[in-house]
């Protein structure tokens, strides 16, 4: 059964850095892949960014791309978000999601939750002065 611990979330001031972690276990197949979502009072939940585990590919949606950067210790089986310049709107409770396939899934720009099976308990992340 396919595990996912998040951390790191805290309050942060505008223009600030946070890292996210999410560690990883319980995967049968090396081509995994980790997304983050996030999700705002009132919002529906939105795809953040996406890493291939075995491959290293990448993806980020338009509102964060240029400010966080996800990358992969696979010795670790541990997913990082950095988020710098942080903003008030990135305000909400952050997500990382996964799923196995038999070969290397292709990462949207915009992850979609539905897609992913397997889901941490949530991190906060408040940016604000």
């Known amino acids: 059964q396919l595990q996912l611990v998040e951390s790191g979330g805290d309050l942060a001031q505008p223009g600030g850095s946070l890292r996210l972690s999410c560690a990883a276990s319980?995967?049968?197949?090396?081509?995994?892949?980790i997304a983050w979502f996030r999700q705002a009072p009132g919002k529906e939940r939105e795809g953040v960014s996406c890493?291939?585990?075995?491959?290293?590919?990448?993806s980020y949606a338009d509102s964060v791309k240029g400010r966080f950067t996800v990358s992969r210790d696979s010795a670790k089986n541990t997913v990082y978000l950095q988020m710098n310049n942080l903003k008030p709107e990135d305000t909400a409770v952050y997500y990382c999601?996964?799923?196995?396939?038999?070969?290397?899934?292709?990462?949207?720009?915009?992850?979609?939750?539905?897609?992913?099976?397997?889901w941490g308990q949530g991190t906060q992340v408040t940016v604000s002065s």
């Open positions: 890493i291939n585990m075995s491959g290293g590919r990448t």
């Open positions: 319980g995967f049968t197949s090396p081509y995994y892949t």
């Open positions: 999601a996964a799923r196995q396939d038999l070969w290397d899934y292709v990462c949207r720009i915009t992850p979609v939750s539905t897609e992913f099976g397997s």
